[in-house]
C-alpha cells in the first residue's frame, strides 16, 4: 500500500521503515489476571535534594523507651520517626543545642535499646552547603561560622519488619537537617529493581512519601497524594523521568503498553506484585507501545471549529477512528472515498472519525474547504505544524496515511495502520461494533 513518508528520499528513511518493521514485536494486551513479580533491593537514592524531607515533631517531654541519657548542654528535645513495622521499629532521639550553637548534637537510639550514651548514638550536625526544605525547594548556601546555614549529619539508622514474628533488620541511612528550630529528615535510600512485563525488562524504584520505610499499605484519601510511587524506566535510558515515569501505586497503571494494578507487596518493599486490571490505567503511553490490543494515547485538543475533542474519553458507547492525513497526500486522498462510504454506512451505529490534518501553515480554510467539497463532515484537528503537528508529534507519526481504530469505552486499540485501509477498516470496524453491541449480524 502507498504511504508517504517524512523521511522520503533521505538517509533516515531506512531508519524510519526499519522502526515500523520493528513494531511487530511490540506486547499485545496480556492475558486476564496475569501477575508480575519484580524483586528489589536497598540502593542510595541517586538525587536526594529532589526528595520532600519529613518535618520531625519536636517536645520537651522524654519519651518513656529512653532509659540512658547524657548531660546535655542545654535543655534537650525529643522525638522520633518510624522505620517499618515491628514493635521496635520507633527511633528515638534527643536534640542538644544552644543557642549560636554551631555543632549541635543529636543522640539518637539507633540500636534500640533506649541508651542514649551509647557510642552509635552521638552525632553531632555540621554544616551543610546545599540542602532540602520540608516545603520541596532547594536552597543553596556558603558554610560559614557564624552564617544562617543549615547544619545536618548522616545518620546510620536501622528500620525493623516483623516478619512471622521474626524481627528483621535493615540498615536505612536517613540525613538529619537542623535550619533554625525545624529539624528534617530524609530517607535515602530507595527501593531498586527490575520486573519483566510482556518479554520486556524494565527497571523501577519503589519510594516511600511519608518516610516509613512501608510499601504494604498504598491506599490513600483521594484529595492526598501518593504513598507509595513507582518509578519506572520505561525507554530505557537509565533514568527515572519525574513526570512521564512516575506512578501513584494506588492508581491503575501502564507497563510496556498493559493496564496493572498493585496487588501486593511485602512490608520492606523488596517483593512487588502486580496485577493485570481491567480499569483504565493513568500515565504516559509512547509510541513504542502502540499496538492492537494495547490503549491509545490520550489527548485534548481543539478542532477547527473550534470544538473541544477529548480523545479517546469523548467517545463512550463509540468506536473512532483517528486519522492522520493531510490534502497534499496522494494516498490520502485515495482512501478518502472508502472512509467515507465507510463512515456513511455505519455512523448511525456509533462510527466516528477525527481527522489530524498535517498540513503546512495558513492552509486553515483550505482544509475546511477540501472537507467540504470531499463530504467528510467529521471533525478536522489543524495547527499547520506540518510533520510537527502536536498530536503527530505526540503519536510518532513519520508517513501518512496512519490510522487507529479505537474501542472508546476502553481506550484499546482494535485496528490500526494498513490493516483498517480498505476492506480491512470494514471488517475490523464490524467486529468491534458487533462486540459492542452496536451491531447485529
Known sequence: MAFISKWR??????????????????????????????????TPIENIKSIVPQKAKLTDKKPAAITREPEYRGKPQYGSITLGTSSRATVYFALDTIPGDHAPKLYIDINGTGNLLDRSANITLHPLTEFATSNGTVTSAVAKAGSNVPIGAMVPTIARYDNKGVVEEMRYPVLFTLFGDELDYTVAVQRTGSISVGGRTLRIALVDTDGRGVFSSVAHAEDKGPVVKLLVDANDDGKFDPKKETFDLAKPLRLAGTAFEFASSNAAGTVLALKTTD????????????????????FVAKSINGTTIKFPNG???????????????????????????????????????VGISLDKANMKQAVVDFCNEHNMPWEQIYDGGYWNAEIAKLFGVDSIPRAFLVDGDTGVIVGMSDAIRGEGLTNALTRALMKKNLLRN
Open 9 to 42: 528520499n533521505s538517509a533516515r528513511g531506512v531508519a524510519a521503515l526499519s522502526a515500523v518493521a520493528a513494531a511487530a514485536w511490540l506486547p499485545l494486551r496480556a492475558a486476564a489476571d496475569e501477575v508480575v513479580v519484580g524483586h528489589l533491593s536497598l
Open 279 to 298: 480499569k483504565r490505567p493513568e500515565g504516559a503511553i509512547t509510541p513504542e507501545d502502540l499496538a492492537v490490543g494495547s490503549e491509545i494515547i490520550d
Open 315 to 353: 467517545f463512550k458507547h463509540k468506536v473512532v477512528m483517528l486519522d492522520f492525513w493531510a490534502t497534499w497526500c496522494g494516498p490520502c486522498v485515495a482512501e478518502i472515498p472508502n472512509i467515507v462510504s465507510v463512515y456513511n454506512q455505519y455512523h448511525q451505529n456509533g462510527f466516528e472519525i
